[in-house]
Structure formats: C-alpha cells, structure tokens
T-cell receptor, first 114, second 117 residues
Framework: DAGVIQSPRHEVTEMGQEVTLRCKPI?????LFWYRQTMMRGLELLIY??????IDDSGMPEDRFSAKMPNASFSTLKIQPSEPRDSAVYFC???WGQGAYEQYFGPGTRLTVT | AQSVAQPEDQVNVAEGNPLTVKCTYS??????LFWYVQYPNRGLQFLLK??????LVKGSYGFEAEFNKSQTSFHLKKPSALVSDSALYFC???????????????FGAGTTVTVRA
C-alpha cells in the first residue's frame, strides 16, 4: 500500500493567492482528517470526514479555509485568500472504522505564504 | 471532553539507557490511547495503542507502553534507547464514552527525545 499521499510537498505562495492542498487516503479507509502543525500551536485538527461527509469542522480557523471530499479517494483543503499566518505544515490522515483504529498520516505539505 | 498532557517538553538520555516518555489523559468514559512518533520533515507514524485487555502494550521498534487506569497514565518506554530513537513523540486519546460518530483524537503537545551517543 502506498500510504496516504499528499501533494504538493512544498508550496510557496504570495499573500492573497489561492492555495489548494490535495490528499489521497489509504484505499478502504473511510475517515479522513486534516491537521495543521506549527511550532507555536502544535498539532491542530482542522476538519474530518467520515464516509465523505464532513463531521466536524470546528477547527477550521476561518472562512478562508474550506475542505471537500468528493469521493472516497480524494480530498482537498483550500485557502483563499492565503495569509502569512497560514504558513505551516498541513497533514492529511486516514483511518478505518471507528475510534479504535489508528490514523495513518501523510508526509505533509509545507506551506509558506510570503 | 478528552485531553492529553505530556508534562515534559524534552527528554534526554544516553544510548543504551532506558527511555520513558510520560503521558496522562482525561476522559469521561474509557480511553483509547495511542502513541505516535514524528521524525524531522516526516508525518506522524503510529507506534502502539491501548484499547482493552493487557495493560502492557508492545509496539514497533521495541517500544512498549503501560496503561494505568488509577493514575490515568500511558507512559511510553523502551528498555535500551538508540540514537535513531531521537524524534518527537505524541500521545493521543479518544474517549470511548463520547458520541459514537466522533472519531477525533486529542493529541498532546509532544515530547522531543534526544538520545546521545
């Protein structure tokens, strides 16, 4: 299994630009999670999906952030417009079934907004 | 509500010595507990978990963890640390007493482990 796949691995953009991060979960997993990691705030859960349906988006910082999961094998996290304080590493993770199962993390996307 | 505390930001040990990374949790019901490791510029990797049963759980790379319900702790241990164990370690918890459709994990702030040669 290829594991969770994220693209791009690195993204550098200017303030005000739109950024789209992509994630392909492990085949057969039915839960998908988006996290953000910074030195100041640690690991934060932004949103998670179960069976392609958003369950909890309370961690999404503001309306500039949106996430979609059009099918079981693909999800996007979009930031529009981007700001320098959005600079972070964004991780996607997936898991199977209910909470007894561990989450598998992708390699992350390092976003830098200048 | 569920939460995790990792009381030590950093742990430093000499290679060959025992390694312990501490974790305490708070849940309303019974916990599912997890340990993850993160190497530089990588995603988090699953090490081990406690769901039910034996309080001593064995995981990857020689790590083990002991669930202690009375102390609400789930400390990670390795009998003999290696330089390659140097990384950031996260403890996480999910409350089994929570809403059945709630799959969120609560992560601790992380503990940086440095193993010196």
């Amino acid at each position: 299994d290829a594991g969770v796949i994220q693209s791009p691995r690195h993204e550098v953009t200017e303030m005000g630009q739109e950024v789209t991060l992509r994630c392909k979960p492990i085949s057969g997993h039915n839960s998908l999670f988006w996290y953000r990691q910074t030195m100041m705030r640690g690991l934060e859960l932004l949103i998670y999906f179960n069976n392609n349906v958003p369950i909890d988006d309370s961690g999404m910082p503001e309306d500039r952030f949106s996430a979609k999961m059009p099918n079981a094998s693909f999800s996007t996290l979009k930031i529009q417009p981007s700001e320098p304080r959005d600079s972070a590493v964004y991780f996607c993770a997936s898991s199977w079934g209910q909470g007894a199962y561990e989450q598998y993390f992708g390699p992350g996307t390092r976003l830098t907004v200048t | 509500a569920q939460s995790v505390a990792q009381p030590e930001d950093q742990v430093n040990v000499a290679e060959g010595n025992p390694l312990t990374v501490k974790c305490t949790y708070s849940v309303s019901g019974n916990p599912y507990l997890f340990w993850y490791v993160q190497y530089p510029n990588r995603g988090l990797q699953f090490l081990l978990k406690y769901i039910t049963g034996d309080n001593l759980v064995k995981g990857s790379y020689g790590f083990e963890a002991e669930f202690n319900k009375s102390q609400t702790s789930f400390h990670l241990k390795k009998p003999s640390a290696l330089v390659s164990d140097s990384a950031l370690y996260f403890c996480a918890v999910r409350d089994m007493g929570g809403y059945s459709n709630d799959y969120k994990l609560s992560f601790g702030a992380g503990t940086t482990v440095t193993v010196r040669a």
